[in-house]
């Protein structure tokens, strides 16, 4: 039975503004786009192009645009703005978690909570947006979802989709780009959450349902039961991609394992996720065809961090332990040969859909330099790289006349990611 949002106005309610503070912070968000300015006086900049720190820069944004930037003994006259001491803290660029599952609370028993209910989901999707937002991150990609009958808009699909369209506009969620589901082979993943294609002709059918249902991008899943063998061929992969191109929609694809990533590369999708068994060959021909790699290290080093604080058997045992070791190296070790053969690099935490949380992007770029990145191209990584692959020029930027999109810690993230953690002011742009 489809439940819509009149037809159950508590859990409707629960997902908007109570009316007295919408009518009040959409009055704000409309005199702030007229009116309103604000200038942000001797901070720090790092804006994750160059190795460089920044120093004494105020910035001035009026209407959600940034109007200048100048060194502090060097300001325009900024009016009537208000004024925001930021001396000591450095600004950053609005993060993207280039890897997420929105609806999917993560933690040790990530895999269970797929099945909770669309209502349960919609709530995890609600904290998950706090998460992000107060942590720094200001673009989501999503990459899979499940499939469900929303509570509010009444349609059967990736649930994700209805949280892009109503949490657009909002300076207080994340910008949203979603995937729709998983399209995987039958019996990959737990039975009705995913869309589930027998064979070559319906992985096809399914992946264009997607776009169809409104989709930003296609996620394909290209791990199977065996290791050794993607579930899907090159050629079949390519029909995909080709379809989905001429619809002007990208194409991205799960591969943990070489197998699906070397299926990848050949097929030409436009990103991998994971790439944990990359080799040489496979980062070369990755470079050559300009197909991004999103990396998710976090998932390791959330399952190495389980070990000590969960009594499951696969983190928590000698034998488990070593697992997780051993991918994790081979992991860094896939990082290492896609940086250095060039291929485009993204990052994300892959919350929900594993272990992660959504407020811990700062984990993965502190992972990254665990896998040899400087710190300034790990915070590329989840700023400008990642816009990139999402195809939005202005995500993860600073710059005169951008988006205004952007958030202050104290420390210098180039030197101690850390710093990344220490979140002290965000100033998003409502669109």
């Given at each position: 039975?489809?439940?819509?949002?009149?037809?159950?106005?508590?859990?409707?309610?629960?997902?908007?503004?109570?009316?007295?503070?919408?009518?009040?912070?959409?009055?704000?968000?409309?005199?702030?786009?007229?009116?309103?300015?604000?200038?942000?006086?001797?901070?720090?900049?790092?804006?994750?192009?160059?190795?460089?720190?920044?120093?004494?820069?105020?910035?001035?944004?009026?209407?959600?645009?940034?109007?200048?930037?100048?060194?502090?003994?060097?300001?325009?006259?900024?009016?009537?703005?208000?004024?925001?001491?930021?001396?000591?803290?450095?600004?950053?660029?609005?993060?993207?978690?280039?890897?997420?599952?929105?609806?999917?609370?993560?933690?040790?028993?990530?895999?269970?909570?797929?099945?909770?209910?669309?209502?349960?989901?919609?709530?995890?999707?609600?904290?998950?947006?706090?998460?992000?937002?107060?942590?720094?991150?200001?673009?989501?990609?999503?990459?899979?979802?499940?499939?469900?009958?929303?509570?509010?808009?009444?349609?059967?699909?990736?649930?994700?989709?209805?949280?892009?369209?109503?949490?657009?506009?909002?300076?207080?969620y994340p910008y949203v780009r979603a995937a729709g589901t998983w399209v995987t082979r039958a019996g990959t993943l737990p039975a009705g959450l995913t869309a589930e294609a027998e064979d070559a002709d319906e992985l096809l059918g399914l992946s264009l349902e997607q776009l169809d249902d409104g989709a930003d991008l296609v996620k394909l899943y290209l791990d199977g039961p065996d290791p050794d063998t993607a579930p899907w061929t090159a050629n079949e992969v390519r029909r995909v991609v080709s379809a989905a191109h001429d619809r002007g929609a990208k194409v991205t694809a799960h591969a943990g394992r070489l197998s699906g990533s070397r299926v990848c590369a050949e097929a030409g999708v436009d990103c991998i996720e994971h790439g944990f068994e990359l080799d040489e060959d496979c980062a070369r021909l990755m470079a050559e065809r300009r197909?991004?790699?999103?990396?998710?290290?976090?998932?390791?080093?959330?399952?190495?961090?389980?070990?000590?604080?969960?009594?499951?058997?696969?983190?928590?045992?000698?034998?488990?332990?070593?697992?997780?070791?051993?991918r994790w190296e081979a992991a860094r070790h896939s990082i290492r040969l896609a940086h250095a053969a060039g291929v485009l690099l993204g990052a994300g935490t892959d919350f929900g859909g594993g272990s992660a949380r959504a407020n811990q992007l700062a984990w993965e770029v502190e992972a990254l330099t665990e896998a040899g990145l400087e710190p300034w191209e790990a915070l590329a990584s989840v700023t400008w790289k990642a816009g990139e692959i999402l195809g939005e020029p202005e995500a993860g930027q600073i710059h005169e006349g951008g988006p205004g999109d952007f958030f202050l810690i104290h420390g210098d993230p180039l030197s101690d990611l850390s710093a990344l953690w220490r979140v002290w002011r965000v100033a998003w742009a409502a669109r």
């Open positions: 039975m489809q439940v819509r949002g009149e037809e159950f106005p508590a859990f409707a309610a629960s997902l908007r503004l109570p009316e007295s503070c919408r009518g009040t912070r959409d009055r704000a968000v409309s005199a702030g786009r007229e009116t309103l300015s604000t200038l942000y006086r001797d901070a720090a900049l790092a804006d994750a192009h160059s190795p460089t720190l920044q120093l004494g820069v105020s910035m001035l944004v009026e209407g959600g645009r940034i109007a200048w930037i100048r060194p502090a003994d060097s300001e325009e006259d900024p009016g009537d703005a208000e004024v925001i001491d930021a001396g000591g803290t450095t600004i950053v660029p609005g993060m993207v978690d280039c890897h997420s599952h929105l609806t999917l609370p993560g933690g040790s028993h990530w895999i269970e909570r797929i099945g909770d209910t669309p209502e349960q989901l919609l709530r995890h999707a609600e904290h998950n947006a706090k998460l992000q937002t107060h942590a720094g991150v200001r673009w989501a990609r999503d990459v899979g979802a499940p499939i469900g009958v929303d509570p509010v808009d009444g349609r059967e699909r990736a649930l994700s989709l209805g949280l892009r369209d109503r949490w657009r506009g909002h300076a207080d197909i991004a790699l999103v990396s998710t290290l976090t998932v390791l080093k959330s399952w190495t961090s389980f070990a000590r604080t969960t009594r499951i058997e696969r983190f928590a045992s000698p034998e488990g332990r070593k697992r997780v070791a051993e």
